[in-house]
Every structure is written in structure tokens, then in C-alpha cells.
Nanobody
């Protein structure tokens, strides 16, 4: 089972960009479909994007479609979330998640704050 560690969060102005990274420890990373979720204060955690194990297919929540891009590098055991045109409502803790059959792994999260 892999372990996941997110990085790349921070404070950014509206309209700005950030790239989140999720590093996976373990030699089975390429078996996992990977997703990004986020949780804003006093709100439920919501799904943001998913990429298949081979990177051949992606899906996005309507709220981020056209602004966010999920990608992965299986050779480096990494998954990324490129976030452009950020809005204040994108402020949240962002989590990466890996799924492989019944296995489900979460990272610890990274804070993204969009504010002027």
C-alpha cells in the first residue's frame, strides 16, 4: 500500500496559479487511480479531479473544469494538480487520494488560500 504526501499549497491572489504535488511512497503507485479532493471550512470534503492508473483518462468537477489539470508521472510516483484562474471559493485543504480495488489511501492535505 502506498503512502501519500501533498505539497505546494500556499497563499495566492485571485486569478493566480498554483501547482500541487502528491508524492507516493511504495512500489505499486502505478496501480492506483489518483484523485484530488478539497475541504473548505465548515463544508464537506468534495471531489475535484481523478486520473486513471495509466494516466489515459481524467475527469473534473464542474466547478474546476477548464481551470484545473490533473496529471501524473508514474516513473516518479507523483501526481499533480495545476490550478489556474484561482478564485476565493477555491480556498480549502486539498487532499490526494489513491484507489486500487478495495484499497484507499489519503494524504494529510495541503492548505490553499486564495485571497487578495
Amino acid at each position: 500500500q502506498v503512502q501519500l504526501v501533498e505539497s505546494g499549497g500556499g497563499l495566492v491572489q485571485p486569478g493566480g496559479s498554483l501547482r500541487l504535488s502528491c508524492a507516493a511512497a511504495g512500489n505499486t503507485f502505478s496501480n492506483y487511480a489518483m484523485s484530488w479532493y478539497r475541504q473548505a471550512p465548515e463544508k464537506e470534503r468534495e471531489w475535484v479531479a481523478t486520473i486513471t492508473a495509466d494516466g489515459g483518462s481524467t475527469n473534473y468537477a464542474d466547478s474546476v473544469k477548464g481551470r484545473f489539470t490533473i496529471s501524473r508521472d508514474n516513473a516518479k510516483n507523483m501526481v499533480y494538480l495545476q490550478m489556474n484562474s484561482l478564485k476565493p471559493e477555491d480556498t480549502a485543504v486539498y487532499y490526494c487520494k489513491g484507489d486500487f480495488f478495495v484499497l484507499r489511501v489519503w494524504g494529510q492535505g495541503t492548505q490553499v488560500t486564495v485571497s487578495s
